[in-house]
Protein backbone atom coordinates (compact mmCIF):
# COMPACT_ATOMS: atom_id res chain seq x y z
CA UNK A 1 0.00 0.00 0.00
CA UNK A 2 1.11 3.24 -0.95
CA UNK A 3 -0.02 6.28 0.23
CA UNK A 4 -0.49 9.84 -1.16
CA UNK A 5 -0.95 12.84 0.43
CA UNK A 6 -3.53 15.66 -1.60
CA UNK A 7 -4.92 18.99 -0.94
CA UNK A 8 -7.83 18.68 1.00
CA UNK A 9 -9.74 21.96 0.20
CA UNK A 10 -8.21 24.37 -2.51
CA UNK A 11 -6.89 24.94 -5.73
CA UNK A 12 -5.30 21.83 -6.36
CA UNK A 13 -8.17 19.64 -4.81
CA UNK A 14 -9.90 18.88 -7.56
CA UNK A 15 -7.85 18.37 -10.49
CA UNK A 16 -5.77 16.08 -8.16
CA UNK A 17 -8.73 13.99 -7.40
CA UNK A 18 -9.78 14.01 -11.10
CA UNK A 19 -6.56 13.02 -12.07
CA UNK A 20 -6.70 10.33 -9.63
CA UNK A 21 -9.34 9.22 -10.74
CA UNK A 22 -8.16 9.24 -14.74
CA UNK A 23 -5.55 7.26 -13.50
CA UNK A 24 -8.82 4.23 -13.49
CA UNK A 25 -7.93 3.91 -9.75
CA UNK A 26 -11.70 4.23 -7.79
CA UNK A 27 -12.34 5.19 -4.13
CA UNK A 28 -14.80 7.02 -1.99
CA UNK A 29 -14.02 10.35 -0.80
CA UNK A 30 -16.04 12.43 2.14
CA UNK A 31 -15.60 16.15 3.14
CA UNK A 32 -15.40 14.86 6.42
CA UNK A 33 -12.61 12.26 5.93
CA UNK A 34 -9.45 12.44 6.00
CA UNK A 35 -8.02 9.77 4.58
CA UNK A 36 -9.80 6.87 2.22
CA UNK A 37 -8.33 3.80 0.60
CA UNK A 38 -8.67 3.11 -3.33
CA UNK A 39 -10.68 0.22 -4.19
CA UNK A 40 -8.40 -1.42 -7.40
CA UNK A 41 -5.24 0.22 -6.32
CA UNK A 42 -3.20 -0.31 -3.32
CA UNK A 43 -3.19 3.18 -2.59
CA UNK A 44 -4.55 5.08 0.53
CA UNK A 45 -5.14 9.04 -0.32
CA UNK A 46 -4.77 11.43 2.82
CA UNK A 47 -6.60 14.53 2.49
CA UNK A 48 -4.12 17.89 4.20
CA UNK A 49 -3.06 21.30 4.05
CA UNK A 50 -0.98 21.98 0.48
CA UNK A 51 1.72 23.35 3.59
CA UNK A 52 2.15 20.69 5.34
CA UNK A 53 2.68 18.11 2.02
CA UNK A 54 6.27 18.56 1.62
CA UNK A 55 7.22 17.92 5.20
CA UNK A 56 5.04 14.57 5.42
CA UNK A 57 6.96 13.35 2.34
CA UNK A 58 10.21 14.33 3.24
CA UNK A 59 9.53 12.79 6.74
CA UNK A 60 7.81 9.47 4.80
CA UNK A 61 4.33 9.88 7.00
CA UNK A 62 3.40 9.83 3.27
CA UNK A 63 4.99 8.59 0.39
CA UNK A 64 4.08 10.44 -2.21
CA UNK A 65 1.99 13.91 -2.74
CA UNK A 66 0.54 16.49 -4.93
CA UNK A 67 1.50 20.09 -4.44
CA UNK A 68 2.41 23.54 -6.08
CA UNK A 69 6.18 23.73 -7.33
CA UNK A 70 6.07 27.56 -5.08
CA UNK A 71 5.06 25.26 -1.98
CA UNK A 72 7.65 22.47 -2.91
CA UNK A 73 10.24 25.32 -3.31
CA UNK A 74 9.83 27.29 -0.34
CA UNK A 75 9.53 24.30 2.32
CA UNK A 76 13.05 23.62 0.61
CA UNK A 77 12.83 20.44 -0.67
CA UNK A 78 12.56 20.63 -4.47
CA UNK A 79 14.67 17.53 -4.85
CA UNK A 80 11.31 15.41 -3.96
CA UNK A 81 10.13 16.29 -6.99
CA UNK A 82 9.64 13.63 -9.71
CA UNK A 83 6.81 14.73 -12.43
CA UNK A 84 5.12 17.74 -13.53
CA UNK A 85 1.68 17.46 -13.35
CA UNK A 86 0.50 20.34 -16.14
CA UNK A 87 -2.36 22.14 -14.23
CA UNK A 88 -2.37 24.58 -11.41
CA UNK A 89 -0.21 27.11 -13.19
CA UNK A 90 0.61 30.27 -11.66
CA UNK A 91 3.32 32.80 -11.32
CA UNK A 92 5.15 34.44 -7.70
CA UNK A 93 4.82 38.23 -8.87
CA UNK A 94 6.20 41.34 -7.54
CA UNK A 95 4.08 44.09 -7.27
CA UNK A 96 3.99 47.74 -6.56
CA UNK A 97 1.32 50.34 -5.58
CA UNK A 98 -0.32 51.41 -9.20
CA UNK A 99 1.01 55.06 -8.88
CA UNK A 100 4.57 54.32 -7.69
CA UNK A 101 7.33 54.99 -10.23
CA UNK A 102 8.96 51.84 -11.27
CA UNK A 103 11.90 50.95 -13.70
CA UNK A 104 13.36 47.85 -12.30
CA UNK A 105 14.10 45.35 -9.72
CA UNK A 106 17.09 47.65 -8.22
CA UNK A 107 14.17 50.55 -7.24
CA UNK A 108 13.33 47.39 -4.68
CA UNK A 109 16.90 48.83 -2.37
CA UNK A 110 16.31 49.04 0.86
CA UNK A 111 12.29 48.56 0.50
CA UNK A 112 9.87 46.70 2.92
CA UNK A 113 8.33 44.12 0.67
CA UNK A 114 5.31 41.70 2.27
CA UNK A 115 5.16 38.12 1.07
CA UNK A 116 4.51 34.52 1.95
CA UNK A 117 7.75 33.28 0.33
CA UNK A 118 10.68 34.75 2.11
CA UNK A 119 12.80 31.73 0.64
CA UNK A 120 12.02 32.22 -2.73
CA UNK A 121 11.70 35.96 -3.11
CA UNK A 122 15.40 36.06 -0.93
CA UNK A 123 16.74 34.05 -3.10
CA UNK A 124 15.47 36.11 -6.67
CA UNK A 125 16.46 39.32 -4.80
CA UNK A 126 20.06 38.07 -3.94
CA UNK A 127 20.58 37.18 -7.78
CA UNK A 128 19.90 40.40 -8.63
CA UNK A 129 21.58 42.30 -6.22
CA UNK A 130 18.80 43.59 -4.16
CA UNK A 131 18.87 44.08 -0.66
CA UNK A 132 15.34 44.46 0.87
CA UNK A 133 13.30 43.90 3.97
CA UNK A 134 10.74 40.89 3.55
CA UNK A 135 8.34 40.67 6.23
CA UNK A 136 6.29 37.55 6.12
CA UNK A 137 2.65 37.29 6.35
CA UNK A 138 0.85 34.36 5.53
CA UNK A 139 -2.34 35.63 4.24
CA UNK A 140 -4.05 38.78 2.52
CA UNK A 141 -0.32 40.26 1.04
CA UNK A 142 -2.16 41.70 -1.38
CA UNK A 143 -3.53 45.05 0.80
CA UNK A 144 -0.32 45.52 2.60
CA UNK A 145 0.96 48.58 0.91
CA UNK A 146 -2.60 50.30 0.72
CA UNK A 147 -2.47 50.42 4.68
CA UNK A 148 1.46 50.95 4.16
CA UNK A 149 2.76 48.04 5.37
CA UNK A 150 4.92 47.51 2.82
CA UNK A 151 6.24 49.12 -0.54
CA UNK A 152 5.84 46.65 -2.37
CA UNK A 153 4.46 42.65 -2.23
CA UNK A 154 5.41 39.18 -3.71
CA UNK A 155 2.62 36.70 -4.05
CA UNK A 156 0.86 34.34 -6.63
CA UNK A 157 -0.68 35.96 -9.55
CA UNK A 158 -3.31 34.30 -12.06
CA UNK A 159 -5.34 36.90 -13.45
CA UNK A 160 -4.09 40.26 -11.97
CA UNK A 161 -7.63 41.13 -10.93
CA UNK A 162 -6.44 41.18 -7.35
CA UNK A 163 -3.94 43.00 -7.69
CA UNK A 164 -5.84 45.58 -9.46
CA UNK A 165 -8.17 45.88 -6.96
CA UNK A 166 -6.08 46.58 -4.39
CA UNK A 167 -4.42 48.88 -6.70
CA UNK A 168 -1.00 47.26 -7.29
CA UNK A 169 0.91 46.83 -10.43
CA UNK A 170 2.60 43.74 -11.36
CA UNK A 171 6.09 44.21 -11.80
CA UNK A 172 8.28 40.97 -12.13
CA UNK A 173 7.66 37.17 -12.20
CA UNK A 174 10.00 35.89 -9.41
CA UNK A 175 8.59 32.09 -9.67
CA UNK A 176 6.67 30.26 -12.50
CA UNK A 177 5.00 26.99 -10.77
CA UNK A 178 2.49 24.31 -11.77
CA UNK A 179 1.12 20.98 -9.51
CA UNK A 180 3.97 18.58 -8.89
CA UNK A 181 3.91 14.55 -7.87
CA UNK A 182 6.78 14.21 -5.06
CA UNK A 183 8.06 11.10 -3.30
CA UNK A 184 10.22 10.35 -0.53
CA UNK A 185 13.64 9.33 -1.70
CA UNK A 186 13.98 6.26 0.16
CA UNK A 187 10.80 4.27 -0.75
CA UNK A 188 11.27 0.65 -0.45
CA UNK A 189 11.07 -1.39 -3.63
CA UNK A 190 7.78 -2.62 -3.11
CA UNK A 191 6.63 1.22 -2.96
CA UNK A 192 8.91 2.32 -5.70
CA UNK A 193 7.30 -0.02 -8.49
CA UNK A 194 3.70 1.09 -7.30
CA UNK A 195 4.96 4.97 -8.12
CA UNK A 196 6.06 3.78 -11.31
CA UNK A 197 3.04 2.30 -12.11
CA UNK A 198 1.08 5.36 -10.82
CA UNK A 199 3.92 7.53 -13.05
CA UNK A 200 3.28 5.71 -16.03
CA UNK A 201 -0.58 6.30 -15.56
CA UNK A 202 -0.52 10.26 -15.23
CA UNK A 203 2.16 10.32 -18.33
CA UNK A 204 -0.91 8.36 -20.29
CA UNK A 205 -3.69 10.99 -18.83
CA UNK A 206 -1.41 13.72 -19.96
CA UNK A 207 -0.70 12.64 -23.13
CA UNK A 208 -4.12 11.57 -23.43
CA UNK A 209 -5.56 14.94 -22.88
CA UNK A 210 -3.55 17.17 -25.35
P1 LIG B 1 -4.48 25.30 2.27
O1 LIG B 1 -5.72 25.58 3.05
O2 LIG B 1 -4.40 23.87 1.82
O3 LIG B 1 -3.23 25.77 2.95
P2 LIG B 1 -4.03 27.56 0.43
O4 LIG B 1 -5.06 28.62 0.70
O5 LIG B 1 -2.65 27.75 0.95
O6 LIG B 1 -4.62 26.14 0.90
P3 LIG B 1 -4.77 27.54 -2.40
O7 LIG B 1 -5.19 28.95 -2.60
O8 LIG B 1 -5.83 26.49 -2.41
O9 LIG B 1 -3.82 27.36 -1.12
O10 LIG B 1 -3.68 27.22 -3.52
C1 LIG B 1 -3.03 25.98 -3.57
C2 LIG B 1 -1.97 26.03 -4.65
O11 LIG B 1 -2.60 26.23 -5.93
C3 LIG B 1 -0.98 27.19 -4.55
O12 LIG B 1 0.09 26.90 -3.67
C4 LIG B 1 -0.51 27.32 -5.98
O13 LIG B 1 0.45 26.33 -6.30
C5 LIG B 1 -1.78 27.03 -6.76
N1 LIG B 1 -2.51 28.27 -7.07
C6 LIG B 1 -2.78 29.29 -6.23
N2 LIG B 1 -3.49 30.26 -6.83
C7 LIG B 1 -3.68 29.84 -8.09
C8 LIG B 1 -4.36 30.38 -9.20
N3 LIG B 1 -4.95 31.55 -9.13
N4 LIG B 1 -4.40 29.66 -10.32
C9 LIG B 1 -3.81 28.47 -10.39
N5 LIG B 1 -3.13 27.90 -9.37
C10 LIG B 1 -3.07 28.57 -8.24
ZN1 LIG C 1 -1.61 26.54 2.03
Redesign the pocket.
Known amino acids: MIRLAI??S???SEDSLNLIRECGISFVSSTYKLKTEATNFPLEILFL???DIPGYVQDGVADLGIV?Q??LVEAGFPALEVETLGF???RLSLAVLRNEAYSSVADLQGKNIATSYPQILGRYLAGEGVQAHLHTISGSVEIAPSIGLADAICD?V?SGSTLLGNGLREVETVFR?EAVLIANQSLPAEKQELLAQLQFRMQAVRRARR
Open positions: QKGRLRDDGNVSKCISS
